[in-house]
């Protein structure tokens, strides 16, 4: 049992952002559960738990529970559930980290599903016909966070196709649009909110790749929040003074040479081989120098 937690906390650590999502998103489900059949046992109806990890659809509570907004996006209930989220997660997570970065990746899945809760709870005090049951509604589930991948690769790139069995090769774009259609067409069944949300999270993934191809990239102030959130725990190291030697011009020049050679290079790259060929430091130097 001991070796079970050493090797689920070591990949914990040295996985990718998939990795860490999907580990979180069990843990939250495994605890849930575990707590339902505890309160049972007391013949405590409910989980009261999953009272303070959902979002609830008034405004008034929300204000009260505003941790909410981040922690629905983690939190499941039926194994069904849970499960094709996770695989849709992982199957379009690997495809968004061919053209983006993991910091893009966990900063999308964060706005997706704020995105996806503001949606939600706006949908169900604006029109009257969730305001019978608006009290008494809540969203779980990281639905929201998963069309917002899903939305931003296939609008960033609408040439990517995907294999689907019984059907053969499509582009991802058509099965975006096919989502989000069906998901329109069920805003007013029984789960309409989780439904909502997927428009929220699938129009964030829309304006994120939008933006990205003109070189914005809307998760960046999320990332620099998290990182501030992070670091405030951690000691700040002792400032090191160094002296460096002025720049002289025949340095400037070699340095200038360098960096056009790298550049044509990896322009070169791109035109011959496409976007996804690129290393993750390749793509950070064309980002650079388009922004100069």
């Given at each position: ?25 069990l843990g939250v489900f495994i605890l849930i559960r575990l707590a339902a059949v505890f309160f049972l046992l007391f013949n405590v109806q409910g989980v009261p738990l999953l009272n303070y ?177 992070v670091n405030l725990g951690k000691r700040k190291p002792k400032m090191k003074v160094t002296y460096k030697r002025a720049e002289t011009d025949y340095d400037y020049n070699a340095r200038k ?35 100069k």
């Open positions: 049992m001991e070796s079970i937690f050493t090797n689920l906390k070591r990949t914990f650590h040295n996985g990718n952002i998939l990795a860490k999502f999907i580990l979180i998103n990890l959902q979002l609830p659809a008034s405004p008034v509570l929300v204000l009260y529970k505003p941790w909410t907004l981040f922690t629905y996006m983690f939190t499941h209930y039926d194994f069904l559930h849970i499960l094709f989220n996770m695989l849709w997660l992982y199957w379009f997570g690997r495809i968004f980290l061919q053209f983006f970065t993991p910091r893009q990746l966990g900063g999308i899945y964060i706005l997706g599903g704020i995105a996806g809760a503001v949606l939600f709870v706006l949908a169900y005090n604006i029109f009257p016909y969730f305001h019978a049951v608006a009290a008494n509604s809540a969203l779980i589930g990281a639905s929201a966070s998963v069309m917002a991948i899903v939305f931003a690769v296939s609008f960033y790139r609408k040439d990517y196709e995907i294999g689907l069995l019984f059907i053969g090769r499509v582009k991802l774009i058509y099965l975006a649009l096919g989502t989000l259609l069906l998901d329109f067409l069920a805003i007013t069944s029984s789960n309409a909110g989780g439904h909502i949300a997927h428009l929220g999270g699938a129009f964030f993934g829309i304006w994120f790749a939008s933006r990205m191809k003109v070189g914005k990239d809307l998760t960046a102030p999320m990332n620099r929040l998290i990182d501030k959130v040479n360098k960096e056009n050679a790298d550049l044509d290079a990896i322009l070169d790259k791109l035109k011959h081989s496409g976007y996804q060929s690129l290393s993750s430091e390749e793509k950070k130097k064309l980002f650079d120098a388009s922004k």
